[in-house]
């Protein structure tokens, strides 16, 4: 499983609460970008922004990337996306690729759930 908790923590980042979510079953990656599509396709793709070229707002991941989902589905899992942010989700950016399904999930993760 992998988890961004930017996607659904409301808490400083590197707060005790994150960090013990975090450590219990998970491992812990820091962000190789200051915003989302570019992370994401950093931790999909296990290379640096520089190298799979998605750094800007017009930027997307390219379909010659083998991502995670890609290589777990040829293993024979299942891969599933879920998300609340619509950077992510968007099937334009390229970071659905691989998945077997991809939902992003509106205000889900709110205080008023």
Do not use: C, K
């Not at 930017?6 to 820091?30: C, F, K, Q």
């Not at 990337?65 to 891969?79: S, V």
């Not at 968007?90 to 999930?105: H, M, V, Y």
């Amino acid at each position: 499983m992998a988890l961004s908790t930017s996607e659904i923590w409301n808490g400083p980042a590197g707060s005790e609460d994150e960090r013990r979510v975090t450590s219990r079953s998970l491992l812990a990656l820091e962000a190789e970008a200051n915003w989302t599509v570019p992370s994401h396709a950093s931790l999909f793709v296990g290379l640096l922004p520089n190298q799979h070229g998605t750094v800007g707002f017009a930027e997307r991941l390219g379909q010659s990337f083998l991502t995670l989902a890609e290589i777990l589905r040829e293993h024979g899992y299942e891969t599933v996306g879920l998300n609340e942010n619509p950077w992510v989700g968007e099937p334009s950016r390229g970071l659905t690729q691989g998945f077997d399904r991809f939902a992003t999930i509106e205000n889900y993760f709110t205080e008023d759930a």
